[in-house]
């Protein structure tokens, strides 16, 4: 059974940072691409950054320079770490594994806001 399990979102004011952290059970995790894409309100999900199972590493020219997406193969664990948060970058962040087949995680809720 697969599973993506995030966490570490929540509330942050503007300037702020949050690290979010999905770890996998049930795949071969080091064979697959990793995502991480954020859905706000009445807006349709969208890819924040992903990386392949060779390191390469793809981000939305709205968070390039200000979020840095990495992954530990050992701990079966992608993480995204957000600096310099700004309130659109408020939406629930979720998880996403990709071999052909894709699987997600139930999401986890960030909150920009002062």
């Known amino acids: 059974q697969v599973q993506l399990v995030e ?6 004011q503007p300037g702020g940072s949050l690290r979010l952290s999905c ?32 390191g390469d590493t793809k981000y939305a020219d ?8 990495s992954r530990d193969n050992a701990k079966n664990t992608v993480y995204l770490q957000m600096n310099s948060l700004i309130p659109d970058d408020t939406a629930v962040y979720y ?13 986890t809720q960030v909150t920009v806001s002062s």
Do not use: D
């Open 7 to 12: 966490s570490g979102g929540g509330l942050v």
């Open 23 to 54: 770890a996998a059970s049930g795949i071969i995790f080091h064979i697959y691409t990793m995502g991480w894409y954020r859905q706000a309100p009445g807006k349709q999900r969208e890819l924040v950054a992903r990386i392949t199972s060779g």
């Open 62 to 69: 709205s968070v390039k320079g200000r979020f840095t997406i």
């Open 95 to 107: 998880c996403n594994a990709n071999f052909g087949t894709g699987y997600w995680g139930q999401g």
